[in-house]
């Protein structure tokens, strides 16, 4: 069992990582590309700290961890709702009006720059 679970973490641990970055590659530009991921890999530390560290206190003051499933599902919902939402950024509606452009779209010379 010990070693079906190395292995799963082996093959999936960060595997969204390219996905991530090609994302912020996209959004944002080549440009600063590695800040711009450091400060998304940040994030994901620091919620990971807190989830983690908050759910702990929770089960310690209420003895169940049924307020941090809550507060996952909420958080959940609200993210959901941002993903889907409409976007106010100008950008964005410039770039859906030429048609969308992933990761494989994007310039030769934008990557170059990086």
């Known amino acids: ?23 912020v590659a996209v959004m944002f ?3 600063n590309l590695g800040t711009l991921f450091g400060i998304v890999f940040l994030s994901h530390q620091v919620g990971a700290f807190l989830g983690v560290w908050l759910g702990g206190l929770a089960m310690e003051q209420t003895g169940s ?3 941090v499933w809550l507060a996952g599902i909420v958080l959940a919902v609200i993210a ?29 010379s934008e990557l170059r720059r990086a």
Request: hydrophobic letters at 35%; proline letters at 5%; one cysteine or more.
């Open 1 to 23: 069992m010990v070693l079906a679970y190395a292995a799963a973490m082996g093959v999936l641990r960060l595997s969204t990582v390219p996905l991530t970055s090609g994302l």
């Open 65 to 67: 961890f049924t307020p």
């Open 80 to 108: 959901a709702g941002g993903c889907t939402g409409p976007s106010s950024s100008g950008q964005r509606r410039a770039s859906r009006s030429q048609g969308r452009r992933g990761v494989e779209g994007i310039k030769r």
């Open 29 to 31: 530009g080549t440009g």
